[in-house]
Structure formats: C-alpha cells, structure tokens
C-alpha cells in the first residue's frame, strides 16, 4: 500500500459489526455500488471465490449486513445495521449469493453485479483491511479507485478522450473501442464546473458519479515524507524528538490539514472511545453472540479483591473486555487497525492515561504516534487477518499501542520503534481462527494479550532494552511467516479452534436459534 492515511487506513473506521475487513469495508463497497447505478437497483449479485475467505464468514463475520447497509445508503455506524437484510427487502431489492471457483488472487474479493431500469453493470473489488478497499473493474474496464475521492465515471464510445475539468484529475482507461474517463477531486465539484465540463465532453454510454468513502481525501498528489522505521529514524533531528511530532508532520503532508484539524480529529475519535468503553463497562446485550457481559464480572472481582493483584494491567483487561463486548454487541467501535483487534489500544492507552492523570490532548498525541507505527505496517504488509492470520491484526495493534504508550509516558520517537519492534516479534505467527465463525473469541484473549505485550514492551524500551531487529525487518519477517500460513488459519474458520468439537456446537446452536427468531 502507498499514501497511508493515518485516519483512512489506521485509526478508522468508526463502525459497527465483528469485522471491518467484512462489515465496514462491505458497506464502502456497496456504497460506491449504489453510486453506480444512481441510487436505484432492484437486484444484486454477489459471486464469492470458493477458495477466499466470503464463502465461509460472509454472514457471520457481517460481509452481508455491511454490504446490504451500503447499497442502501447507509454509514458504517448506522444503528439500523443489523437490521440491514430487512430493510433491503423492504425497499424492494432482490439478492442472490454465489460461490464459483474462478481463482480470485485476494480471499475478501467481491464479485458484484446490479440490475435496474437501464440494464447491468458489474464491479470487482477487494477488501485490503481495516476497512479499506480497492475497486479493480468496472464493467469491463480494469480500473481503480479506493473510496478516497468524489469522483465521475464518464464511458464514451468516441476515441478522444478530453481533459479534466478545473480543480479535478483524470485517468483514462481502455476497453476495446471504448473508453472510461475517471475525473476525480478531493470533494465534489461545483454543478456550475461540472456543466461546463459536460458541454465539451465526449458524448457518454453512461456515467456516474461516485462518491468519496473515505474520511481523508486519498490526495495522490501528496506523497508522505516517510513510511518506513528506517525514513522515520533518517528524520529525527533531536535525541528528544516524539513519535507523535513525526506522526502530525506525516498526517499533515498526506492530507493537506493543519495540525488543529488533524488534533481535534483524534480528539473527537478518543471522545468515542471514551464512551464505548463506559457503555460496555456499563453493561451490553446482545442474542446473537457467544460470550456474554464479563467485563462487569471482573470490576466486581478485582475490587473485591479476588483477584491476583496486578495493577494497572487489571484496569486494562477490563477495558479490553468491555470494549469488545461493545462490539460484539454491535455497538459503536473504532477499528484501530481493525475490528477484530479493535480494543487493544484503547483499552490499555485508556487506562494507563487514567492512572497516570494524562489529558486528552495527551491522550490523542498517544493515538496519533500509535497511528504511525500502523503506517510502518500498513506501507509493507496488511493489516488483514485473511491474509496474514492475526499476527497482522493484533501483532499490529500490540506495535501500535506499545509505540503510543511510550508516547504517553514522554518517551521518544527511538523507544517507541523499539517498543513498537519488539511488541511485534512476539506475535509472528499467530492465527486467525474464531471459535462459531464469530468474531469474539480466541479473538477477546488476543486483544488482552496484545494490550499486556505492549505494556510490557513500551517499559522494556523505556528501560533501554535492545530489540534487535529494526521494525522494518519485523514487519518483512510477519510478511514471510504469513505467506507459509496454511489457508485454514487465516479467518477462514477452517482451523484451529474453529474446527474443535466445541465451536462446531456452538455454531450448530447459533444457527438453530437464528432460524427459529427469523420464522
């Protein structure tokens, strides 16, 4: 991946479901769907690679509630989301499923195909992690585009293929004897703009236009200044430099923000956090899961004193348990780097924050230097556990938290990669393998696990141990550890404790109990 985001790709999105590979980056591709065909589409089809990770978690993992909320117009965080199969019917659009066996090199690959008044148009795209997205074709143009800009679809039969109107760009591409113009801009343009752009325009086949998905405009036109450990340590000029100074010079290249814009961004997402960690805290419902409200249960103990005594570390659990249980509770979550690994970096900045009396400002400084640690990450590898197993998701959000840690305890932008580093060694090789195909468990130890690594990392970096390895080399050796990964560990819920006779049970009993609500 390039031009990483560190709102686009890292910390975000803000949604709901298990999954943001599933959930979050289905609804951006189905948004972008019902941008094809101008809102109106009364029917759909969804082909999936037998050999990909859809066939098996496409309804578990949320693909479908994602997907369906997107063709309906709909927002990651939309409450009407696990309701999003009604009101698909409601509004009339038909849908069929389909497994095929066509060798789809990407295992989240969406093979879509819509039908309205005006005839089908098809769309290829994947889901790359955390919610991001890459559209590969449309019709039979091989094309791209990643959500990150507004743009206008213009298919011509005629071979010139014109200029861009003002303040927009433009890419063309080749089918045969047919032409698609691609126009994009960071926001919509003027209709005035458009229009005249219109007048002179190639006449079309068809066109549409495309709205932005993303937060941050994607801004090719501004490459960051670093996206490696090795560029980052290259642009420290004093000893006392902060990851999170880097982190703002980074986000500021990339998006074109000043630093109050980008400030009160990670500000408004650490008020979120702050408020899904005391409603789940609080206590969450929800039929459709396999763990119930625990994080209460343990509050309870460790003020009773049950527990063995732990400190801070007791506080973290807590707020890791409570945070996914929001989640699996379809309550609001921000995937940071994703959903299934979503709460262990709120969940143990959060609580050192509280014990060490740190204000939001600092609190978002913290997230933001976590954020670029992810963009080390994201720029070499994934953050997806359908290609990586959950060595790239919660060894990810271990890194990131260890890095932002350091941060919060005034440390510098060396001891986080240190910590950052040596957090992500001891993740290498850790699979992906939800007990009933849901996102909650082993997946809630992981995230427990990931948050006391980073806590244990970020003291041994502050300490001055040595990690060895530099991030960059981690990075590359998760990389090549994945690519040995055997299919069945990589969210398929095809091994590992997916395949015990105790998960198969409880997946036999989720899915009688569904059957019977929905009769």
């Excluded at 859809?54 to 309906?72: E, I, K, N, R, Y």
């Excluded at 066509?102 to 889901?127: C, F, K, M, Q, V």
């Excluded at 005249?196 to 501004?222: C, E, F």
Aim: charged share 20%; hydrophobic share 40%; glycine share 10%.
């Amino acid at each position: 991946m390039s031009n990483i985001s560190i709102f686009n790709d890292v910390i975000g999105p803000v949604m709901r479901g298990p999954s943001s590979s599933h959930c979050a980056a289905a609804l951006r591709i189905g948004r972008i769907c019902r941008d094809l065909m101008g809102g109106r589409i009364e029917r759909v089809l969804i082909e999936m690679d037998r050999s990909g990770s859809l066939p098996t978690t496409h309804t578990s993992q949320g693909s479908d509630m994602g997907l369906f909320g997107g063709l309906l117009g709909w927002d990651a965080d939309d409450p009407r989301l696990p309701d999003s199969l009604q009101a698909l019917q409601q509004a009339g659009i038909d849908h069929q499923f389909a497994t095929i066996d066509i060798g789809d090199p990407h295992p989240n690959t969406y093979r879509i195909t819509l039908w309205n008044e005006n005839g089908p148009h098809s769309l290829i795209a994947i889901s790359t992690g955390g919610g991001m997205i890459q559209v590969l074709s449309v019709d039979q143009f091989a094309m791209e585009t990643d959500g990150g800009s507004d743009e206008v679809w213009w298919i011509t039969d005629e071979p010139s293929a014109g200029s861009a109107p003002e303040n927009a760009t433009l890419r063309i591409y080749r089918s045969g004897d047919a032409t698609l113009m691609q126009i994009r801009s960071a926001d919509p343009l003027p209709e005035a703009e458009l229009n005249r752009w219109i007048a002179t325009a190639p006449k079309p086949r068809w066109s549409a236009r495309i709205g932005r998905v993303l937060p941050v405009p994607s801004n090719p036109g501004a490459p960051p200044p670093f996206s490696t450990s090795r560029q980052i340590v290259e642009a420290i000029q004093r000893p006392e430099t902060t990851l999170s100074e880097l982190a703002m010079e980074y986000e500021q290249q990339r998006s074109g923000y000043d630093s109050h814009r980008i400030t009160d961004m990670m500000l408004d997402l650490t008020g979120i956090w702050k408020r899904s960690l005391a409603s789940g805290l609080a206590g969450t419902t929800y039929e459709d899961r396999i763990l119930g409200y625990q994080s209460g249960g343990y509050v309870e103990a460790m003020k009773a004193g049950r527990l063995i005594p732990c400190g801070l570390l007791d506080h973290v659990v807590a707020n890791v348990t409570a945070l996914m249980e929001v989640k699996s509770s379809m309550g609001v979550i921000i995937a940071a780097p994703t959903a299934g690994a979503c709460a262990a970096l709120p969940g143990v900045v959060l609580a050192a924050g509280e014990q060490m009396q740190k204000s939001d400002e600092e609190l978002a400084k913290a997230f933001l230097a976590a954020g670029l640690i992810g963009v080390v990450i994201a720029s070499q590898w994934t953050f997806a556990a359908e290609v990586g197993g959950c060595q790239a998701e919660g060894g990810a959000a271990a890194s990131m938290a260890a890095g932002a840690l350091v941060q919060l305890n005034g440390g510098t932008a060396n001891q986080a990669l240190a910590a950052a580093s040596m957090a992500l060694q001891s993740m290498l090789g850790l699979i992906c393998d939800p007990i009933a195909n849901r996102v909650e468990a082993p997946c809630l130890g992981k995230n427990i696990m990931a948050a006391a690594n980073a806590l244990c990392c970020a003291n041994m970096a502050m300490a001055g141990y040595d990690p060895l390895i530099p991030l960059d080399e981690v990075v590359d050796a998760a990389r090549r550890v994945s690519e040995k990964m055997p299919r069945e560990h990589r969210c398929t819920s095809l091994g590992g404790l997916a395949t015990s006779l105790t998960s198969i049970r409880i997946e036999e009993r989720l899915k009688k109990r569904s059957e019977v609500a929905s009769r």
